[in-house]
C-alpha cells in the first residue's frame, strides 16, 4: 500500500535560517504529491502540490520538487520567519483522488 | 459559512458513551471525507461521500463507527461504545470532486475519559 516518511521534529530554527523537510514515499502507479500545514489553531491548509514527476510546486516562499528517481518530495524555504512556526505534512494521493496518505509531521518552531 | 464546519470543537466523553460528529461542508461541493488525526500522527482516511452515497469506508477501525451524509450535504460521524484509543481529532473535508481539491475543517477533538 502507499505510504509517506517524513523526517520527525520537532525542527528550531533561528528567523532566516533555511529550512528543509524531508519526505520520501512509496506507491504504487504515478501518485500525486503534496504539503500541508497545520497552524497552532488552525485547519490543514494545502501548501503546495505537484502532480508528475519533476514538477515542482511552490508557494509563500516554500518550494518541492518531484523526485520520482529518488520517491522523495523534500520541502525548502530559503529564509523562515517566525510565522512560518507550525506542523507540515507531506502527503500523497492516488489516481482515483479519492485519498490522501499523509506522513506523521513536522513540527516547525522559528524563533525571532 | 466559507469554509467546513464542524461542532463541536471539543467533546469529552466517558468510556461507553456513544458520541455523534457533525460536518457542514461547504455549499456545493460534491465530495466529503472524513480522517482521525490521533496525536502526534498524521490524519488517516476514514471514509468518503459523492453526495449521499458512501463509496469507500476501508479506513473505519470498527463496526462501532459509523458515517452518513443522507442529503448529500451535512454528515454525521458516531462512534458507538467509545474506547479510549478513539481519542483523537477528527477531520472533515470537503471538495468539488476530488480530496486533491480539498478544503479541512478545524476538526473534533474528542477525549474519551
Known amino acids: 500500500g502507499n505510504s509517506v516518511t517524513q523526517m520527525e521534529g520537532p525542527v528550531t530554527l533561528s528567523e532566516e535560517a533555511f529550512l528543509t523537510i524531508n519526505c520520501t514515499y512509496t506507491?504504487?502507479?504515478?501518485?500525486?504529491l503534496f504539503w500541508y500545514v497545520q497552524y497552532p489553531g488552525e485547519g490543514l491548509q494545502l501548501l503546495l502540490k505537484a502532480t508528475k514527476a519533476d514538477d515542482k510546486g511552490s508557494n509563500k516562499g516554500f518550494e518541492a520538487t518531484y523526485r520520482k528517481e529518488t520517491t522523495s518530495f523534500h520541502l525548502e524555504k530559503g529564509s523562515v520567519q517566525v510565522s512560518d512556526s507550525a506542523v507540515y505534512f507531506c502527503?500523497?494521493?492516488?489516481?482515483?483522488?479519492?485519498?490522501?496518505?499523509f506522513g506523521g509531521g513536522t513540527r516547525v518552531l522559528v524563533k525571532p | 459559512g466559507a469554509g467546513v464546519s464542524q461542532s463541536p470543537r471539543y467533546k469529552v466523553a466517558k468510556r461507553g458513551q456513544d458520541v455523534a460528529l457533525r460536518c457542514d461542508p461547504i455549499?456545493?461541493?460534491?465530495?466529503l471525507f472524513w480522517y482521525q488525526q490521533a496525536l502526534g500522527q498524521g490524519p488517516e482516511f476514514l471514509t468518503y461521500f459523492q453526495n449521499e452515497a458512501q463509496l469507500d469506508k476501508s479506513g473505519l477501525p470498527s463496526d462501532r463507527f459509523f458515517a452518513e451524509r443522507p442529503e448529500g450535504s451535512v454528515s454525521t460521524l458516531k462512534i458507538q461504545r467509545t474506547q479510549q484509543e478513539d481519542s483523537a481529532v477528527y477531520l472533515c473535508?470537503?471538495?468539488?470532486?476530488?480530496?486533491?481539491?480539498?478544503?479541512f475543517g478545524q476538526g473534533t477533538r474528542l477525549t474519551v475519559v
Open positions: 502527503a500523497l494521493s492516488g489516481a482515483a483522488g479519492n485519498k490522501l496518505t
Open positions: 473535508a470537503s471538495s468539488p470532486r476530488l480530496i486533491t481539491e480539498a478544503f
Open positions: 506507491a504504487t502507479g504515478y501518485p500525486s
Open positions: 455549499s456545493g461541493h460534491v465530495s
